[in-house]
């Protein structure tokens, strides 16, 4: 049984009685879903890293379609509180605050930087509160990048990576992250565990299709956390996660230059490491606040080359403020720890695209700040904000007095995996 989420019409033994929901009981991954299509429409073009043509400035479609669906949402109820998560806004204004101060200081450019910085975390606060629709979002994504994946095959799609699968993404690296996460996130959305396994299969070879090494082994690692934590508790699953960054980093280091890829990578590896090298260089000399948005480059033989590390980044950026306070709304919210929710597959899902997220941003620039990750933490706020059927019956009429709910009051129980 289904209800609107603003009202729905309560009737029982002769009397009929129009009580109104509250509003904050919707759920994010309801069992059965009717995609948005506003809302799929515009989140999928997330994945299109190309300029919009009739637009000056070269103004991204990505940015475009985003402040597009972030304006339709403000006149929209969100179906869900966040008090739950009341901590995330505050962090977000704090964060943006110090960056633009310690920009503004050093007498940087910072509008378009501090604007996309914004933008991401208002689009989380919305995918949270429910004003965009978190499961329609994730499908819109899903779709895209499968016509990408086909557009590409097809000879349509840009081929920038002589046969890696990049398409409208432009770049393997950010395809092979955008693909193994998106396929985490749309496991969450499927009741049928078939369905589920064919997805990250589908992702999988997707994944190796683009050539990121990075982006194979964080997508593994996502897997296995996965297949793993569900069973475990939560000081086992911490232990899990060190031995899941454990494995990633011995794969990085000995499995990445095995066969055909010690030859073909060995320039591109080297010329990584330089610039690895170079933004250490440039974070010790900056100061422990940062150096400012936009500061996280670095200088090889002349050439400025962007930061191959996202955490790196975030301390040349803003300093430790800056990357304990990004860290911490991915652990909080990808993870799920405050506050402790019960345990459904779209929980690990989420926190198994945390996982890839927090991997590919040891070997890949501009990983925290990327569309595609804050639609993890969009996610898993929203999962926080979920109140629990337990909860939410005490706001419904009868709930004090047990058995005596009123008929038709009945919640949508949170989605659970099927066997």
Known sequence: MTHDVDSADLSGGGIGLRVRQR???????????SARIIDAALMGLIIYRLAVPFLPGSFPAAQTAVIGLLLISLFRRPPRSLRAVAWYPFLCLGLLGFAVVISAVNGLDLERRAGNIGLLMLMAAFLASGRIDVASAIKG?????????????????PDAYQGALTGYLQDKNVAGLYYGVAALLLAATLQRRWLRIAVLAAAGLAVVATDSRTSMAAYACGILWLVVTPRLGLAF????????????VWAEANLSTAGVYGVERAGSDALRERILQASFDRVALAPWSGGGLGTATADVDGIAWFFHNSYLALLAEGGVVLLVGVLAIYAVAGFGLLPRRPETFARHAVGAATVVVLLCATQLGEVFFAPMSFVVVGA????????????????????????????????????????
């Open 23 to 33: 509003p904050d009981l919707a759920a994010v991954f309801p069992i059965a879903h």
């Open 141 to 157: 994504i899903g779709v895209a990048l499968t016509l990408n994946a086909a557009l590409f095959a097809a000879g349509v799609a």
């Open 237 to 248: 699953r911490a232990l899990t996660g060190v031995g899941i960054a454990a494995l990633f």
């Open 380 to 419: 898993g706020l929203a999962l926080l904000a979920e109140r629990r059927p337990e909860a939410a019956a005490d706001a419904l009429p009868g709930a004090e007095f047990p058995g005596t709910a009123l008929p038709g009051t009945e919640l949508p129980l949170t989605e659970r995996p099927r066997s």
